[in-house]
């Protein structure tokens, strides 16, 4: 089986590692934590001393970081990243981050003979884990010889032909995502205001019309205030919406609601919840 690489081994991260561990591929991985690392040994990731040595071990590397800032210092920085990648390679980027950025990279990239290409991943490291992720392309998928190291964690990939056009998708998916979880938790929070129990309130809403995704993974984290081990946290998710918002600025969108989370979710991570769970949104309307 091919080898595959990942530089950034955080909860996304060693989802997709252990996805493609299980399916026979070798992976090899670095991340700046020392944690991370000693968290993907543990599942078999074949860690190494830095990413340079990443992109000599795998002809397809996957990029799993937190901006196009962390993007751009791994590619262009000292770390010689970009020097070490055999021509031919793939790097697919994961990150969540500003779309115009990774069409200046990806052009920078192709004059040494080496493609980047944005694919976005939508769900959580959970639903990562378990497969059943969508893949948001920034690509044509006449080319893309790569999907083989995408399906161990994807259900269905969708391909957009552009470059920067998978992160833009992402940032359409991850509005309805918070937003989901927004009114969530301002009905739960209605509903303990008016001393109704939550836990029935969220059945009720779960057996109808109204139910959705988050009402399953985010609802009963909410109702019991547990908010850790995250799943996803609370300030990746602040880090998202600012780029929704920045975005829509672009194409000249209104995003009203998408304000007002802004301001609740950026007053949270204020007050030190940014590394728990995106459920903790709830904490907003606890009086």
Request: proline content about 4%.
């Given at each position: ?188 929070g209605l509903a303990r205001s008016g001393e109704f129990d939550p836990a029935t309130i969220l059945e009720v809403l779960q057996s109808g019309e109204t ?42 969108a209104a995003t009203p609601l998408s304000d007002l989370h802004v301001e609740l ?23």
């Amino acid at each position: 089986m091919k080898p595959v690489g990942i530089v950034g081994l955080g909860l996304v991260g060693r989802a997709m590692a252990a996805r493609l561990i299980a399916a026979g591929h070798p992976v090899y991985g670095y991340d700046i934590a020392s944690g991370a690392c000693d968290a993907a040994a543990s599942i078999s990731v074949r860690v190494l001393e830095d990413a340079s040595a990443v992109a000599r071990a795998a002809g397809v590397v996957f990029l799993s970081l937190m901006t196009s800032e962390d993007r751009r210092i791994l590619l262009w920085g000292p770390q010689q990243f970009v020097a070490a990648i055999v021509p031919g390679s793939v790097v697919l980027d994961t990150t969540t981050a500003d779309p115009a950025d990774i069409v200046e990279d990806a052009a920078r990239l192709s004059e040494q003979g080496v493609r980047l290409i944005d694919v976005c991943l939508s769900g959580s490291s959970a639903v990562i884990a378990s497969g059943q992720a969508l893949a948001l392309v920034g690509g044509s998928e006449s080319t893309a010889d790569y999907v083989w190291a995408v399906t161990p964690f994807t259900k269905k990939q969708f391909y957009f032909n552009a470059p920067g056009a998978g992160k833009r998708a992402k940032l359409i998916v991850n509005l309805v995502f918070g937003l989901n979880r927004l009114v969530l938790a301002e009905a739960l929070g209605l509903a303990r205001s008016g001393e109704f129990d939550p836990a029935t309130i969220l059945e009720v809403l779960q057996s109808g019309e109204t139910c959705s995704v988050a009402m399953d993974t985010k609802g009963p984290k909410m109702i019991a205030g547990v908010y850790e081990p995250a799943v996803a946290r609370l300030a990746q998710h602040a880090k998202d919406v600012h780029l929704i918002r920045d975005y829509a600025h672009v194409v000249g969108a209104a995003t009203p609601l998408s304000d007002l989370h802004v301001e609740l979710i950026d007053a949270l991570v204020a007050q030190g919840f940014g590394d728990l769970d995106n459920a903790a949104i709830f904490k907003a309307y606890e009086g």
